[in-house]
């Protein structure tokens, strides 16, 4: 896609944080490299340049306190919000000087100013588009087989075409040959996203699509609305905290910085 000439736009970037999590209960609050896990991700995000600030959206009041506690903006948000987009939608409506909201999974304590500032210089570019994501080349079979790695597959101009847990595109002839290609086949849908803030609240109040459904994916409810996520890429994504062994593999690297 030939990107249009850039607009001055303001953003913001926004952390939805939920206190209980099945498979590392409390996680955000984990504290064993010195630190909760919450700020982690909230000083990473800070580093990202050409935003206008980073607030964590929450639903649980030690979380709140928690990022106050470092100096970090916090807000609560209605027990009827359940997914983290419903969060940030509510923080979009008591920011209507906002132009751009760019929602950051808080179990990311590594994310990259990168994969920040180029999510939202897509819908800076891109006038036209509501809604923009990235993604990651995959070159390993276990990865693309496995289901809780999310797989887009998107055009030449960027545009997503669908998302699954399913190894998209299916290779008739087999996938290992396809591997290593270069362009890459095969990408990694990374769980960061930019929103314009009408539509974020227009898809806040949709009801669950189809699709959505049945794979458990809210983007494709955008897709099903007839609306455009772009996707941009990047050379590798950040590492989620999802499980004990997960959190502690960050605080062995944060102790050995």
Same mark, same amino acid.
């Not at 506690?69 to 609560?76: D, H, I, L, Y």
């Not at 950051?104 to 994969?115: H, L, M, N, R």
């Not at 079979?141 to 847990?165: H, I």
């Given at each position: 896609?030939?990107? +249009? ?8 970037? #926004?952390?939805?944080?939920?206190? @209980?999590? &099945?498979?590392? !209960? ?11 896990? $919450?700020? @982690? ?10 935003? =206008? %600030?980073?607030? #964590?959206?929450? =639903?649980? =009041? &030690? $979380? ?19 997914? %983290?987009? =419903?969060?940030?939608?509510?923080? +979009? ?6 132009? $751009?909201? *760019? ?11 990168? +994969? $920040? ?20 080349? *995959? ?44 362009? !890459?086949?095969?990408?990694? @849908?990374?769980? *960061? ?11 806040? /109040?949709? !009801? ?17 609305? %007839? ?5 941009? /890429?990047?050379?590798?994504?950040? *590492? %989620?905290?999802? /499980? ?14």
């Amino acid at each position: 896609m030939k990107p +249009a000439l850039a607009l001055s736009l303001s953003s913001l970037v #926004v952390i939805p944080a939920r206190l @209980h999590s &099945s498979r590392l !209960p409390q996680k955000l609050l984990l504290a064993e490299t010195g630190k909760p896990l $919450i700020q @982690h991700t909230y000083e990473a995000a800070c580093l990202a340049r050409g935003t =206008d %600030g980073v607030i #964590v959206a929450t =639903d649980h =009041d &030690s $979380i709140c306190q928690a990022v106050q506690s470092f100096g970090g903006e916090a807000v609560m948000t209605s027990e009827s919000c359940a997914s %983290g987009t =419903d969060r940030v939608a509510e923080v +979009a409506r008591s920011r209507p000087e906002v132009d $751009i909201f *760019i929602n950051v999974q808080g179990d990311e304590p590594e994310i990259s100013a990168e +994969a $920040i500032e180029t999510v939202r210089r897509l819908l800076e570019a891109n006038p036209d588009v509501s809604m923009a994501t990235l993604a990651t080349p *995959i070159r390993w079979l276990e990865k693309l087989r496995d289901p809780a790695c999310v797989k887009v597959a998107f055009s030449e101009n960027g545009r997503a075409l669908y998302f699954s847990r399913s190894p998209i595109p299916h290779v008739r002839d087999g996938f290992e040959e396809q591997l290593d290609a270069d362009p !890459p086949v095969f990408f990694q @849908h990374l769980g *960061i996203y930019a929103y314009r803030r009408d539509f974020l609240l227009q898809l806040a /109040t949709a !009801p669950p699509s189809p699709l959505e459904q049945l794979e458990k994916l809210e983007q494709l409810r955008v897709l099903e609305m %007839g609306q455009t996520i772009l996707v941009g /890429t990047i050379a590798e994504p950040s *590492i %989620g905290i999802d /499980t004990p062994s997960d959190y502690a593999t960050f605080v062995r690297k944060m102790r050995n910085c």
